[in-house]
C-alpha cells in the first residue's frame, strides 16, 4: 500500500509538474510565409521559404527573440491573386505575428487590405510594382528589393545610353507588375526622344505569339522590353529568334532566374536582365549561400537574398521592439539599420529599402553576368 502512495504521489507530481511547464512555456512567435510555392512560379516562392527556414534557425539556436522560438507558418498562393486572399485570411486567423511574402506583385496586393485591417506587416522580397508603396495605401508594407520604376530606369537607361536604340517595342503581360513596368519604359524611353513603336499586352500561358513576334518584326525595332515573368520570355525570345528578329532583348527581375536560362536554352543568350545588385563580395551573403546549399543541396534561387534579408530585417524590429505589436515593428522596420545579407539597410516611410538597389545582367554561356 505504502509503495502505491509513494507511485501515486510520484505521478501526480509528474503532472503537476507537466503541466506548469505547459503553462509558463513562451508561445512561439508566428511568422507566415506566403507566396508561389507551386505551379510554373515556384522557383520564385520555394527561395523564400527557404531562407526564413535558415534565418529562423539561426535565431532559434540562440534561443529565440527575447525567450519565445519562432515558428514559420508556410502558405501557397501560386501567384495568383484570388489564392492570396484565402492565403492571407488563414494567416490571420492563425494569429501569425507578420508574413514574409507575398512573391508576386499582384497576389500582394490582393492581399495587403486583408493584413493592413487586422494590423499586420508584410515584408516581401520580390513585390515591386511601385503602387504597393508610392501610393500610401499600405502603411503595413515593407519590401527588400527597388520598385519596378527604377527597374525601369536602369533599363531604359541602358538601351538609350548604351545600346543607343532608336525604336522599341514593349510587351508586357497584362498583370500588375509586369504592365507596371512596361508603362515605366515607356514613360522613360518617350522622355529620352526613343519611339515606343509598339505597346501591347499579350495572354500569359498562351502556346504560341505568332501575331505579336509579327508586329515586332514588321514595326523595325532595335530592342524588345518585356514586362513579365520567365515563362511568357522564353516563348518570346525563342520564336523572336526564329523567325530572325536579332534584336535586344531586355526584361526586369521578373526572368532573371536560372529556371529562364533552363527553359529558353540556347536563345536566351545575349537577353539582358535588370534585377538586385549583385552581393557576392558580402561575406554574409555567401555564407546564406554555402548554409543554403549545405541544408537544401542546391543553389539558392531568385530572391532568396532579398528573402533571407526581409526574415533578418523583421526578426530583428521584432527584437528590437521587444513585442509583436503591430506599431512598435513598424517604427523598429523604419529606424533601425540592420546588417543583412544584401548590406546594411533601413526602410522609409513609404516601406521602400534603403541601402540596396539594382544592376544590369546578360545571359553569357549559359549564366547571368552583371554588366553594371
Known sequence: ??????????????????????????????IGVAGAHSGDLASYGLPTVNAAKLVVKEYNDKGGINGQKVELIIEDDQC?????????????????????GHICSGATKAALGIYKDSRLVCISPSATTPFLTQSGEYPNFFRTI???DAQARLATDFLVKDLKVKKIAVLHD??????????????????????????????????????????????KVDAVVWGGYHPEASKLVQQMKEKGINVAFISEDGIKDNTFIEVAGKYAEGVYATGPTDTSANPMANKAIE??????????????????????ALLNAIEKA?????????????????????GRITFDKKGDIVGYGNSLFQVKNGKFIVLK
Not at 500500500?1 to 508566428?30: C, D, E, N, W, Y
Not at 495568383?80 to 514574409?100: C, D, G, Q, R, Y
Request: no cysteine.
Open 1 to 30: 500500500m505504502k509503495q502505491r502512495k509513494m507511485l501515486f504521489a510520484a505521478i501526480v507530481s509528474l503532472v503537476l509538474f507537466l503541466g506548469a511547464q505547459a503553462v509558463f512555456a513562451a508561445p512561439t512567435i508566428k
Open 291 to 312: 548554409a543554403h546549399k549545405k541544408e537544401f543541396g542546391s543553389e539558392p534561387g531568385a530572391f532568396f537574398l532579398n528573402a533571407y534579408a526581409s526574415a533578418q
Open 322 to 342: 521587444k513585442s509583436t505589436d503591430y506599431d512598435k515593428i513598424v517604427a523598429a522596420l523604419q529606424s533601425e539599420y540592420v546588417d543583412t545579407v544584401l
Open 80 to 100: 495568383k491573386p484570388e489564392i492570396a486572399t484565402n492565403v492571407a485570411a488563414k494567416l490571420v486567423s492563425t494569429k501569425v505575428a507578420a508574413v514574409i
Open 174 to 219: 497584362k498583370g500588375d507588375y509586369g504592365k507596371g513596368f512596361a508603362e515605366s519604359v515607356r514613360e522613360f524611353a518617350e522622355e529620352m526622344g526613343v519611339k515606343v513603336a509598339l505597346f501591347e499586352g499579350i495572354n500569359p500561358g498562351a502556346p504560341d505569339y505568332s501575331a505579336v513576334i509579327n508586329k515586332v518584326g514588321n514595326a
Open 146 to 148: 527597388a520598385p519596378d
